[in-house]
């Protein structure tokens, strides 16, 4: 099946500080990738839908000047938390697909974020 | 929203037994997916089911869809102590996924 990999798979951070997530597609090109968050105990909320070449789409509620999303490629998106804090503080799940439509989204294993 | 909800929130067997989720959700659908998360790690897809399907097998498992009542089932049998994880179903629309909060299943030897 296709593999999607995040790095790092968990990251500690200052407050203030930035923190970059990786999400890669090692063998498809993911015309598609998403971003999602995941509280403790709590279901996958998508903060983001990237499409390679072009600017993501935000969900209602994400601040797009606080998490950065590039899709620069066909197999590699990522997420910057900007000026960290703890509120923000999750789990944070890439998933990737070879189209725009109804294809089967594959998804990373998490990136386990602490802001202390 | 099409947010599916599952239920219950938390359900806890024996090995052996079956373990029965349900989903509902709001709007139409193309299809309705069941992931498993194990505690702390990544998504696992179990099974997609098509908004013209009524019932899929795989292995263990067993997915049910009603369309009219916008529900669905998953049902695992003979329920394994590996089996205990979180298990949410997710909706799909034309190109997004929406995920329900999820039933988290124990099982216990």
């Avoid at chain 1, 099946?1 to 990786?22: D, F, N």
């Avoid at chain 1, 990237?50 to 606080?66: F, H, I, L, M, R």
Wanted: glycine share 8%.
């Amino acid at each position: 099946g296709a593999v999607v990999s995040q790095h790092p798979s968990r990251v500690i951070c200052k407050s203030g500080t930035s923190v970059k997530i990786e999400c890669r597609s090692l063998d498809f090109q993911a015309t598609t990738m998403f971003w999602y968050r995941q509280f403790p105990k709590k279901s996958l909320m998508l903060m983001a839908t990237s499409n390679e070449g072009s600017k993501a789409t935000y969900e209602q509620g994400v601040e797009k000047d606080k998490f950065l999303i590039n899709h620069a490629s066909l197999t590699l998106s990522t997420l910057t938390v900007t000026s960290a804090h703890p509120e923000d503080s999750s789990f944070y799940i890439c998933s990737a697909k070879p189209g725009t439509g109804r294809e089967t989204q594959y998804f990373g294993p998490g990136t386990r974020l602490l802001v202390l | 929203s099409q947010q599916g909800e599952e239920d219950p929130q938390a359900l806890s067997i024996q090995e052996g037994e079956n373990a029965t989720m349900n989903c509902s959700y709001k709007t139409s659908i193309n299809n309705l997916q069941w992931y498993r998360q194990n505690s702390g790690r990544g998504l696992v897809h179990l099974i997609l089911i098509r908004s013209n399907e009524r019932e899929k097998h795989s292995g263990r498992l067993r997915v049910t869809l009603d369309t009219s009542k916008k529900s669905s089932s998953l049902l695992i049998t003979a329920s394994r102590a590996a089996d205990t994880a979180s298990y949410f179903c997710a909706t799909a629309g034309y190109s997004t996924l929406t995920f329900g909060k999820g039933t988290m299943l124990l099982v216990s030897p």
